[in-house]
């Protein structure tokens, strides 16, 4: 408002261009206002679809409902809207033209949200919804009269200026404000001022049309919720889908997982029976020989072998640790979330971290790999013996994360094969590299899906247990000594807890370190572990040691607590532990199992082992990296272009989808605005050419930008993961998305000069061509940018879409299209210049038009092409 100010606007004919450009303005604003309905309606559909299935109400129950509860929204969006910009800005003073004015506000933002919430009930996912909706925002404010007036509009077209519902906004506005008696002074052409803006634009209608308009817009408002209601009631919801793979390979897959599944419970009982005799094996040496490197030389590549020369697959993990969460300098407002946990993990040991929820099992599990970066900690932690240095952990260690987060429109093998480029020794050859990543995926049994791409979860690509083997192998592939696994058969059936577990397994033969947490496992999942650590609520050690055969250890300790009940004959250990550990069970017996672990012969023996593995073997050095990453600066880019590359490439939802966006409004830009190009007489035809430009520059920028937040959003997830892996740094990542986007928005700027120039009809020389070009490709691109650094500074997606809705009113506002450059206020003009939007427009009027000195008639005078594009415009041929 402090933009279009009243002290700074005349009763003339120049002066009622501004006003035209506040009203619409005001229009645009609203009409936006309702895209972020968009996404809120395509979040609630899959509840809705649910409780539609189950027969909890009709369509029609759940649609009116959504439509009533936003008329106030509506209603608060216009009054705030009016009531902050009548007076300011200086619009007819009666108090009856203000209500109308806001009457019909009201009904526009009515309008826009019953629009947008039927485009999301069709598209149902927020991808099309977005690029719908964008294409609907485009085809309502072109056929809108302001940005081309309706006598400028091709004939056989002028039916799209009635059935726009901004068009309604658009005569209502008009009406009421140039009707006014202000604008009743006769001009020398025996007109009003009034009547000679409205039908310069085409909008000279009687007063009656904006009550007209008002019952248009509910007309619209009506149809649109019509159809929302008939859409949910017909329309099915958004199916899933699976990766699709090979018949050959499907049985293949199949008799390798039958064979090991031929009994109902052989898989797991095996894993059980495998791990119990690898424990056994374990035993008959000494712990020192644990800790030996391998050779140093490497005949071919195993897992069992050391993929670096310099790092052994057999670490020993002694820590002592506790955490506190609180204010720095507040004490009695700490949690203490552990208490003087000490343990050790031990290579070609399979260990459990288990206890009931809360009782800080992932924070352990955090704490001890580096990820928890809150609170304070106390302790030690050691590698090997020497004092942990999170940069090199990094390097010899994996984290699966309980959320199995990848990239989705990669292959399962591009995915191993990623992180054994970033993560594997630079001096090893793309051929051992190859040869081990097959083994990798030989081993978690992931070769007969290896070329299947990985998909989104639950709608696409891999299944649960697919997604967690592939967890695996991304972190195995790695070469790590020791692996941290959240949870890995949560969620899971027992046949496909099986297959993780077995993959697991295969992994600890190989010698490497292994800790899981787990909750509430079945009987052969927990037979499957060689060793127990249990936390009692409040982060307490209340046992750490072997499981034993059939868990004989676990349970003779327990047992041999008084009080402590008798495991029933065939019952789950792991559930029996839990119960006879559960705080109720403590309170009835009285007793501290924390306390009594600490009084304990078990926690000694712990204890001793632990000041033993603390101290480095003789002889033995702290292992140390050159560098914080194991490929250069230019490896890192080069891994991240190609994954970037191949992601784009299989993302026709959203490169795909701009383009045919971009062909088809090329063409819409080009039939409304025909042969417009070259058409001098007066200022309306200079208006034309740069509405042109600007609705161009504005849709499909605002596509590009409102596409790629959540594509990008979804790959920062992906980023943060193989950052914290040690895969690469910041700018790597950063620095191929700024490349990847550059061919796509090149094919979208060829493509729209190809199909615009000669349908709008603009010079045909060289040097104009060429700044028509530029200046799309640049405008695209740094819109683009403009997405992707919203979603690097804000949280999450749907922050950053409000945000950018606040970066699309200013692009608006201060593109130079509503109010020209020389009439910003010098407050404001920094935006102005700041705006990517006024530099497309500078740069195309002035390459297009600054260099003609044919005489047009502007607002009643005589000028030429390049004074007006001074005076009204501000725009030099020579800048």
Not at 272 to 289: D, I
Not at 679 to 708: D, E, H, M, P, R
Request: net charge neutral; proline share 5%.
């Amino acid at each position: 408002m402090t933009v279009f100010l009243r002290t700074r606007m005349g009763i003339d004919v120049l002066h009622a261009n501004y006003y035209m450009g506040s009203l619409f303005y005001a229009l645009v604003i609203l009409l936006v206002d309702g895209f972020p309905e968009l996404a809120m309606t395509v979040s609630r559909l899959e509840a809705f679809y649910k409780q539609k299935e189950l027969y909890f109400y009709p369509a029609w129950a759940y649609a009116i409902p959504a439509s009533i509860l936003k008329l106030p929204l509506s209603l608060l969006e216009s009054v705030v809207w009016t009531s902050l910009t009548y007076y300011v800005i200086g619009y007819s003073p009666e108090v009856g033209r203000f209500f109308r004015q806001l009457l019909l506000l009201f009904s526009v933002h009515l309008s826009s949200i019953s629009l947008f919430r039927f485009l999301a009930s069709i598209f149902q996912t927020v991808v099309a919804s977005t690029a719908a909706g964008s294409v609907a925002l485009l085809i309502l404010m072109l056929f809108g009269g302001f940005i081309i007036p309706k006598p400028s509009m091709p004939a056989w077209l002028k039916w799209g200026f009635w059935v726009s519902p901004l068009t309604y906004g658009e005569i209502g506005l008009s009406v009421n404000e140039f009707d006014a008696p202000r604008w009743q002074e006769i001009l020398s052409s025996n007109t009003t001022v009034g009547s000679a803006t409205l039908e310069s634009r085409g909008l000279n209608f009687d007063g009656y049309f904006f009550w007209v308009s008002i019952g248009a817009l509910l007309g619209s408002t009506l149809v649109f919720n019509i159809g929302f209601t008939l859409a949910l009631s017909f329309l099915k919801p958004p199916g899933s889908s699976r990766a699709i793979i090979s018949r050959e390979k499907y049985l293949h897959s199949r008799e390798t997982e039958d064979s090991h599944d031929s009994i109902k419970h052989e898989g797991t009982k095996k894993v059980a029976t495998e791990t119990m005799q690898t424990k056994n094996v374990l035993h008959r040496h000494p712990c020192g020989n644990l800790e030996l490197l391998f050779p140093p030389e490497v005949a071919r590549l195993k897992l069992s072998d050391p993929i670096n020369d310099d790092v052994s697959s057999h670490y020993i993990l002694p820590f002592r640790v506790s955490q506190e969460m609180g204010e720095r300098g507040f004490a009695q407002k700490r949690l203490q979330l552990l208490s003087d946990i000490i343990g050790a993990f031990r290579p070609g040991i399979l260990t459990a971290l288990m206890g009931v929820s809360g009782a800080g099992k992932t924070t352990l599990m955090d704490v001890l790999c580096g990820r928890k970066t809150t609170g304070y900690i106390e302790g030690e932690i050691k590698v090997g013996g020497y004092p942990k240095v999170q940069e090199t952990f990094a390097r010899i260690s994996g984290y699966c994360e309980q959320t199995d987060i990848h990239t989705a429109q990669i292959t399962v093998e591009e995915s191993v094969i990623f992180s054994a480029w970033l993560r594997l020794d630079p001096q090893i050859d793309s051929k051992r590299k190859m040869e081990f990543v097959n083994e990798v995926l030989e081993t978690i049994e992931l070769d007969g899906i290896k070329d299947s791409l990985v998909g989104i979860p639950g709608i696409s690509g891999l299944s649960t247990e697919q997604r967690k083997r592939l967890t695996i192998s991304v972190e195995l592939v790695a070469n790590p000594s020791i692996i941290f696994m959240d949870e890995p058969t949560t969620g899971l059936d027992a046949r496909a807890a099986a297959i993780v577990m077995r993959a697991v397994k295969n992994i600890v033969d190989t010698g490497r370190t292994i800790v899981c947490t787990i909750h509430q496992p079945s009987i052969d999942i927990f037979e499957a572990f060689d060793e127990l650590v249990l936390l009692k609520t409040g982060g307490r050690l209340i046992y750490s040691g072997p499981l034993g055969h059939n868990s004989s250890e676990i349970i003779k300790y327990f047992e041999s607590i008084p009080g402590v009940p008798k495991i029933k004959s065939n019952y789950n250990p792991a559930t029996w532990m839990l119960e006879v550990t559960s705080t109720s069970a403590e309170a009835e017996l009285g007793i501290d199992f924390a306390l009594i672990y600490r009084e304990s012969t078990l926690y000694e023996t712990n204890k001793e082992l632990v000041n033993k593995w603390s101290t480095p073997p003789p002889g033995s050095s702290d292992l140390h990296f050159a560098s914080q990453f194991s490929q250069n600066r230019w490896g890192q880019f080069k891994s991240c272009l190609w994954k970037q590359c191949l992601s784009y490439w299989r993302s026709p939802p959203y490169n795909l989808m701009r383009i045919l966006y971009t062909i088809a409004a090329s063409f819409l830009f080009g039939v409304l605005f025909w042969k417009q190009g070259k058409k001098l007489n007066n200022q309306q035809n200079l208006f034309n050419a740069i509405g042109s430009t600007y609705i161009a520059v504005i849709f499909l920028g605002i596509n590009n930008c409102s596409s790629v937040l959540q594509y990008i959003a979804m790959e920062r997830t992906v980023m943060y993961r193989e950052r914290f892996a040690g895969m690469y740094s910041s700018w790597a990542f950063s620095l191929a998305q700024v490349v990847v986007e550059i061919p796509y928005v090149l094919a979208q700027a060829i493509i729209f000069v190809i199909i615009t120039y000669p349908m709008i009809g603009y010079f045909g020389s060289a040097y104009k061509i060429f700044w028509y070009f530029y200046v799309m490709f640049c405008s695209l691109l740094s819109y683009n940018y403009l997405g992707m650094l919203l979603v690097s500074l804000t949280p999450n997606f749907t922050v950053a879409a409000i945000l950018q809705s606040a970066f699309y009113t200013n692009f608006n506002l201060f593109a130079g299209f509503f109010i020209p450059k020389p009439r910003i206020p010098k407050w404001w003009i920094w935006l102005y210049h700041a705006c990517p939007t006024s530099w497309a427009l500078n740069g195309m009027l002035t390459s297009q038009y600054g260099d003609i000195d044919k005489n047009i008639s502007a607002f009643g005078d005589t000028k030429t092409v390049v004074a007006f594009l001074k005076d009204y415009f501000g725009f030099h041929h020579d800048q």
